[in-house]
């Protein structure tokens, strides 16, 4: 699948002709799969919860605090009380990093995603 | 899949259950009218009248969760009729006989009875599939969403094996893959129970592997599902990361996991939409789509493509690869890692299946695991010659029916599933305008008839209730489905079809049974 990029936004999907795959052809989800990217519903900053409302926090601020929560429970009631779901739409990179960051960080194998769903 | 994509074009026979490709695959339903205008013939088993059974040579509306019996039946008479391929099972298999006494417990008219497809039927279809030269078998989670799903896909192997057909390039057996990269996120140990490749977590070799490539110590125990971690919320998991998946609607019985959500003592999820579950995070971090990053991404026919960044994510959001590296330092990991080729170095390394897959040699067609070395070219299609094991193994596959069926109280069968404007939870695709515009309202397939019962017309509304909670949906009547059955697909947030769903569970897979529960129908009055 191609993408038709104009100043920086992506504008159109294309088919790609050399593609093994989809050998020029795209269904219904493809030929629309730009149209999600540009969407003002886009997260574009880190937000914590206050109360019932969320607020913006710096990247280094949530990262300190995902660590340290998660470090806090591990310490409190064991490395199993921690777990994570990674994702059948990243990428094979990231899923690896994922049960990496599961399994080494907390020593146990609480790792799963939507496959069966 | 064993075998790939382009293959099926080929078959002589495609015995089809359990998946409507016609609306979920349709780059692969091509493939499959490519076999039909060549002669083959398709066969297609659902209870519904789906999209891909009206392009079938033969349709078979068995009831609901009856696909053991029916392949029993099948079965049974390819063994009366010697259509199975016995050099096959001498010199490929084992475990025949115990498994060839299970299939003679059957006769064709016990599975007619059971699944209601006429006796003469079930022995024409098995005579196509046993006869032709090559017979690939397709299913999806028609077949895996039963409390029995695991022994469902026992029986489709069964078949396959009984006549011979697996390890040639139009045979096989297909599972359909969803979503982009559920191939790959299975592929990279994403799984409570194995690390990359499948290796297993209680191997204690493998385990040694890995804690000295990670310098960690490692658990040798598999970990929890997601159906079993969302149920140990603020018991057994305290905290959860959840990246870009939506529990909240996914998972059967959401009122209950709705609650669950907001027990955990911590819940960060990333994602690049507030998702139905990212609303009760207690930290939501924004991660980037597709078009913003570089990596790879695995297809159903186990073949890595590369997928390259062509923008920037808005505002502040980063690549999902960036933040899991962030968080692994944060948390005294080594995760400094210069870029995703880098990471696929480590992959290469630990798993063996995808050694010689490096990003120098994916360019535009990529490649199909197994790929063990830089000098392999691929695998186009598995067991050829040999099973992965070494003898393909015959099992018994053990027939369960549905945990919940229609009573005097919930009379009518509830089976959810997809269509073909959107995906899964509808995060992406009903935010995409062009889909939103082909389906925009939550429905309800129903039958005529029943439709003139209730006295509701096209659209109007219905109340289907279920033990475990209530939505209202549009009626669509249409006679693809049975009287007594209503199909609704779930990727609606206003009207959560898997409220209604039983969150029972195959015991081995642990997948839930969203294809047959009981419900009640009723018209919602204004």
């Known amino acids: 699948m191609l993408l038709k990029v104009v100043d920086g936004r992506v504008v159109d999907t294309l088919p790609d002709r050399e593609s093994v795959v989809g050998n020029g052809h795209l269904c219904i989800k493809g030929w629309s799969a730009h149209e999600f990217v540009h969407h003002p519903d886009r997260l574009t900053h880190p937000l914590v919860k206050k109360g019932d409302s969320f607020e913006q926090i710096s990247w280094e601020d949530a990262i300190s605090l995902a660590a ?4 806090e429970i591990a310490e409190q009631y064991g490395g199993d009380a921690v777990g994570g779901f990674s994702s059948a739409k990243c990428t094979n990179e990231e899923n690896y990093l994922f049960q990496k960051l599961i399994r080494a960080g907390f020593q146990n194998n609480n790792v799963d995603h939507c496959a069966r769903l | 899949m064993t075998n790939s994509i382009t ?3 080929g078959s002589e026979c495609i015995f089809i259950i359990g998946s409507n490709a016609a609306e979920s695959h349709p780059i692969i339903m091509g493939e499959i009218y490519k076999a039909m205008d060549a002669g ?40 009366d009729e010697g259509l199975y391929d016995a050099e096959f099972i001498e010199e490929r298999t084992e475990g025949f006989d115990e498994f060839r006494q299970f299939v003679e417990g059957w006769t064709v008219e016990e599975a007619s009875r ?10 024409r ?8 030269d090559e017979s690939a078998v397709v299913y999806c989670m028609g077949i895996t969403q039963h409390v029995c799903g695991s022994d469902n896909v026992i029986a489709l192997c069964d078949l396959a094996m009984l006549c011979g057909n697996v390890g040639t390039e139009h045979s096989g057996v297909y599972p359909l893959r969803g979503q982009n990269n559920v191939q790959g996120a299975c592929d990279m140990g994403a799984l409570p129970n194995v690390y990359p490749a499948y290796q297993s977590v209680t191997d204690p070799d493998i385990k040694a592997k890995f804690e000295e490539a990670w310098g960690r110590p490692l658990s040798d125990k598999p970990g929890l599902t997601v159906v079993e971690m969302v149920r140990s919320a603020g018991s057994k998991i305290r905290g959860l990361f959840i990246m870009a998946e939506n529990p909240a609607l ?12 907001s027990k955990f003592d911590f819940l960060v999820v990333q994602d690049i939409f507030m998702s139905e579950t990212a609303r009760f995070a207690d930290l939501v971090l924004p991660g980037s789509s597709f078009a913003e990053k570089d990596g790879t991404f695995t297809n159903t026919e186990r073949r890595f493509q590369l997928v390259r960044k062509a923008i920037d994510p808005p505002g502040s959001a980063k690549q999902d690869f960036s933040i899991l590296c962030m968080l692994g330092n944060a948390l005294g990991l080594d995760f400094n890692y210069e870029s995703p080729a880098d990471v696929m170095s480590e992959i290469n390394r630990l798993a063996p299946a995808y050694g010689g897959i490096t990003y120098d040699r994916l360019e535009r067609q990529g490649l199909q695991w197994p790929c063990p070395n830089e000098e392999h070219p691929g695998t186009r299609f598995l067991h050829q010659g040999r ?5 393909g193994l015959f099992v018994v596959p053990n027939h369960v029916a549905p945990q919940e069926l229609p009573d005097d109280e919930y009379p009518w069968y509830l089976n959810t599933g997809r269509m073909f404007a959107h995906y899964h939870t ?12 082909e389906v925009s309202r939550p429905y309800g397939e129903i039958n005529s008839e029943d439709a003139t019962q209730l006295d509701v017309g096209e659209g109007g509304a219905l109340r289907v209730t279920s033990r475990r909670g209530s939505i209202v949906v549009d009626a669509k009547i249409t006679d693809r489905v049975k009287k007594g059955s209503i199909f609704i697909p779930f990727h609606f947030t206003e009207a959560r079809a898997n409220t209604l769903t039983n969150p029972a569970l195959d015991p081995r897979s642990k997948t839930p049974e969203f294809k047959v529960c009981a419900v009640r129908v009723e018209k919602e009055e204004s």
């Open chain 2, 387 to 391: 099973f992965t094991r070494g003898k």
């Open chain 2, 7 to 9: 293959d099926l074009a």
């Open chain 1, 68 to 71: 340290e929560k998660f470090r």
């Open chain 2, 426 to 437: 509808g995060t992406l695709t009903r935010r995409a305008k062009q889909l939103d515009r």
């Open chain 2, 114 to 123: 059971q699944c209601g497809i006429e006796s003469s039927m079930i022995r």
């Open chain 2, 250 to 261: 996914s998972e059967p019985d959401v009122n209950h996991v709705v609650e669950s959500l």
């Open chain 2, 125 to 132: 279809v098995a005579e196509i599939y046993a006869k032709a």
């Open chain 2, 40 to 79: 083959g013939t398709v066969i297609v088993v659902d209870p519904r009248r789906t999209a891909v059974a009206e392009n079938a040579n033969i349709h078979l509306a068995i009831e609901p969760g009856t696909d053991i019996p029916l392949l029993a039946g099948m079965m049974r008479h390819i063994i």
